[in-house]
């Protein structure tokens, strides 16, 4: 007998939220972004469960180093079919489940998108990157009518330096509609160091720019997670007339 899990049952409210980071940029600052926000929840108290979806294995790697997230539980899961089943498990027992995907479209990231409650979008400041992070919204558009429900996607601009490009490139965003969030996290060297230690910010400079950074990210997408915009008032017809309304 095939028996729904509570997860597939209607989400109940003791099911941990999914937050999966994906754009088809290899280098966008997914890795670290995702990495350092795991460590900042984790520090406020959070149970934090993260996927390692990516064949590189940054997360892993990061985890392994015996640091800031070796108190976290971790799977690397590189069967794409296994994606939605590894997730469901983990968010049983843990108030955030973050997937890191692969720098590449590839149907684990299609699967993990369709199971999110956000999806994270890392943006650099320049063509290829933003050219990518549309393509991936696209993918949640997809997503969002296959799984009949609205999943928020916001653009994340990553790795930025303090200039007119990176203006640029969030007026490009927010021309074509793809939802950056205010915060940005800049080209910063502690996030560097951090990948070498398998650390954080909040641990390497605590109250330091990068922390703030991370902070200010986390406080920026805390309410999307745990005040879901109401599925009710996204029947999957809104959404079709909203994807066909961005296409004209
Ligand atoms: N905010 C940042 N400031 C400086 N370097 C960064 C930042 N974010 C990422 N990097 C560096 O950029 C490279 C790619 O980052 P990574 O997180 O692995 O990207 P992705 O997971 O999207 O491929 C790594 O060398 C990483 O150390
Ligand atoms: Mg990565």
Not at 145 to 159: G, S
Not at 205 to 229: C, S, T
């Amino acid at each position: 007998m095939i028996v729904a899990t509570p997860w597939i049952q209607g989400m109940n409210a003791k099911i941990g939220k999914i937050l999966v980071a994906a754009t088809g940029k290899g280098g966008a600052g997914k890795s670290t972004t995702v990495a350092c926000l795991a460590s900042h929840w984790h520090k406020s108290g959070r149970k934090v469960a993260l996927v390692d979806a990516d064949p590189n294995q940054t997360l892993t790697r990061w985890h392994g180093k015996g640091n800031a997230l070796s108190e976290l539980t971790l799977r690397t899961q590189m069967d794409e079919h296994a994606m939605i089943p590894t997730i469901a498990d983990m968010a049983e027992g843990h108030d955030i489940v973050i997937v890191d995907c692969a720098g590449f479209g590839n149907q684990a990231m299609v699967f993990a998108i369709g199971a999110a409650d956000l999806v994270l979008i890392p943006v650099m400041t320049d063509e290829a990157n933003v050219f990518e992070a549309l393509r991936t919204r696209k993918i949640v558009s997809s997503a969002s009518m296959l799984t009949r429900r609205k999943i928020p996607a916001r653009t994340l601009l990553c790795r930025v330096k303090r200039s007119v490009i990176a203006v640029h490139a969030r007026n490009q965003l927010v021309e074509l509609q793809a939802e950056p969030l205010d915060c940005q996290i800049f080209d910063r060297v502690v996030f560097q160091e951090a990948t070498f230690h398998g650390s954080a910010p909040n641990t390497l400079e605590p109250g330091g720019a990068a922390a703030r950074d991370i902070e200010q990210l986390a406080r920026e997408i805390e309410p999307i997670l745990w005040v879901p915009e109401r599925v009710e008032s996204h029947p999957v017809h809104a959404v079709e007339r909203e994807m066909e309304m961005k296409t004209q």
